[in-house]
């Protein structure tokens, strides 16, 4: 008995890592065990007994005493695997929370730090955003470009991808499925996919708002040429991509839908053609390769400034902030590889969710790091001279403005520290 209830568990274990339609109930239906053990165990779903049975018997526990089986976490985890496995969505819910509230398992919510943490990356972007902007208005005027309506363009999405993510904590994402009803935990997978949307809009909008700055300030050579061809591949890898997302069933709605079981009717015949992981995987290698060579792409030419190798730095490390989001993305993909599929899906998208929030609005700030470096050396360069201003005042000059500030010394500037000029403000050189 012991060697066939291992056996079952662990057959169980290696099948219930594949992605199964939670809406499928024929290939269950055969695996039935009609044995009565006493206490919980007996009013599990019958769909999954053969299973859950197997693992109480590993355990060696009297299904009589709670005080034994549930300590043992993998008594929780192979009943989720076995529910998962062999039954349908609404016997998944019933009976992990039937196993649940017998063994007075703490309730977990991770929605308010979710929800704080999404907050404040959100409003790093926004405020970043508002910085760019103001060098555009005068005193400093500099003038508007195609990356700065795209970075306009980017507001509304990022906002809509917000307000989604928010709606989605609202719904119950940050709690266990088997801890709300069914009709929330469909709001949450509708919420995410929408939220996958977004991330696949901006991570590309972003790409190609740093590849319209590139073309504003290299206006010929090879960074300008290879800068069209970027702009080219990143806004057909958006497109598929998010149409890939979008129509992973069709009708598009069974994607939510199926997680409410037969409560609703639901679709006689979908289609679910996508493979999710492979999407997944495809498009994040594919984004830390783009986002690497974007961040590469205008070193070399930087590196011909012909300015003091303080100003070379310091116009180095602006754009190489990108390597921040690369790092990010690296980081999200190992995410994803550690993510099984799970009915779960309230509490398994948790990090999932969170890190593509990170990755998003940091994209956001990153595309704005060269005219917020440009408006911090203003600001440094008014409020920082007390010694001019001192010298002004003692021969009856006033103070200098903002906008004086901003232009002194234009006229007698090298052809070198004008260059590095430009690449701040985002002029064609």
């Known amino acids: 008995m012991q060697l066939l209830a291992l056996a079952i568990a662990l057959a169980t274990s290696i099948c219930g890592v594949q992605a199964q339609n939670p809406g499928d109930n024929d290939f269950r239906q055969r695996w039935f065990l009609n044995v009565t053990v006493g206490g919980v165990f007996d009013e599990i779903p019958q769909c999954a007994k053969a299973c859950t049975l197997g693992y109480l018997e590993m355990t060696g526990c009297n299904p009589l005493d709670p005080s034994c089986f549930c300590p043992i976490p993998d008594i929780a985890q192979g009943l989720d695997t076995c529910l998962a496995w062999f039954c349908p969505v609404l016997g998944y819910y019933d009976g992990l ?46 003038e508007w470009g195609i990356d700065d309506w795209l970075a306009a363009a980017l507001v509304p999405v990022a906002g809509a991808y917000l307000a989604v993510i928010l709606l989605a904590i609202d719904s119950g994402l940050g709690q266990d ?16 996919t929408f939220q996958e949307l977004g991330y696949v809009t901006i991570t590309f909008m972003t790409k190609i708002t740093v590849l319209a700055f590139y073309l504003r300030v290299f206006s010929i050579g090879r960074v300008h040429q290879l800068s069209y061809l970027f702009i080219g591949i990143c806004t057909c890898l958006l497109i598929s991509i998010f149409l890939a997302h979008l129509l992973q069933c069709l009708p598009i709605s069974f994607l939510w839908q199926q997680w409410q079981g037969t409560l609703i009717p639901q679709p ?28 590469v792409l205008p070193i070399p030419r930087l590196l011909q400034l012909k300015v003091t190798w303080q100003r070379k730095l310091g116009v180095l490390l602006v754009f190489c902030v990108g390597f921040l989001i690369t790092g990010i993305s690296v980081t999200r993909i190992a995410i994803l590889m550690q993510s099984d599929f799970s009915y779960n899906r309230s509490w398994s998208n948790i990090p999932v969710v969170k890190w ?8 956001i700030a990153v595309t704005c790091f060269p005219p917020i470096h440009y408006l911090a050396k203003r ?43 430009n690449i701040e403000i985002g002029e064609r050189r």
């Open 177 to 192: 499925a088997w801890m709300l009803k069914p009709q929330k935990v469909a709001d949450v997978v509708k919420y995410y």
């Open 356 to 363: 593509s929030a990170i990755e998003a609005f940091l994209s």
């Open 379 to 421: 600001i440094i360069a008014l409020w920082y001279k007390p010694d001019d201003d001192a010298t002004q005042q003692r021969h009856g000059g006033s103070k200098q403005t903002f906008a004086s500030s901003s232009n002194a010394g234009n006229s007698y500037r090298g052809k070198g520290l004008a260059a590095y000029e």
């Open 97 to 142: 929370y039937l196993y649940h509230s017998t063994c007075n398992s703490p309730i977990r919510n991770q929605a308010a730090p979710l929800s704080n943490d999404v907050i404040a990356v959100a409003s790093i972007a926004f405020v970043a955003l508002i910085l760019r902007f103001i060098t555009r208005l005068p005193p400093l005027s500099v």
């Open 268 to 295: 006689k015949n979908p289609i679910c053609s996508v493979q999710r992981n492979n999407l997944n995987y495809a498009f994040n290698i594919t984004n830390v390769i783009m986002d690497g060579i974007i961040t």
